[in-house]
């Protein structure tokens, strides 16, 4: 599974964030298509970028994490609305501890292409 974070960044922009693949992380379907959507809408910034525990830490303190979702094959899309570091818990911005608003926009697009419901260049579809 892969993380992603939805936040304003220190440039004040909308981001979506997630790590680079760098040997830790998987180079998955699910996360490749995610990074090619937002970049398709052009709404926010998309990065593969190295980000730690006290920068998160920090955006979350400043109201600036929107929401965070982890990434999968399996999971597809699963929000987290929580985050224990360093024996503290972190309330993740989530609607009634379901998925945000983006989450819920890139799993509705992705299941949309997957059951060939929405044209995608992904896909083909086959009667």
Do not use: H
């Not at 996360?31 to 920068?55: A, H, N, Q, Y």
Request: proline share 6%; aromatic share 10%.
């Amino acid at each position: 599974m892969n993380f992603f974070c939805f936040w304003i960044n220190k440039n004040n922009e909308k981001e979506l964030i997630t790590p680079p693949l760098n040997g830790t992380i998987l180079p998955g379907v699910t996360r490749l298509s995610i990074l090619e959507l937002g970049r398709v809408w052009k709404e926010f910034k998309v990065t593969e970028s190295d980000f730690d525990m006290p920068t998160l830490i920090q955006a979350l303190n400043e109201g600036r994490v929107i929401e965070m979702f982890g990434a999968g094959t399996a999971a597809i899309v699963s929000p987290i609305n929580k985050l224990f570091y360093e024996g503290k818990e972190y309330i993740i911005p989530c609607k009634n501890n379901t998925a945000g608003d983006l989450a819920n926009k890139i799993m509705e697009t992705l299941l949309s292409i997957q059951y060939g419901e929405k044209p995608s260049p992904w896909s083909v579809v086959v009667d």
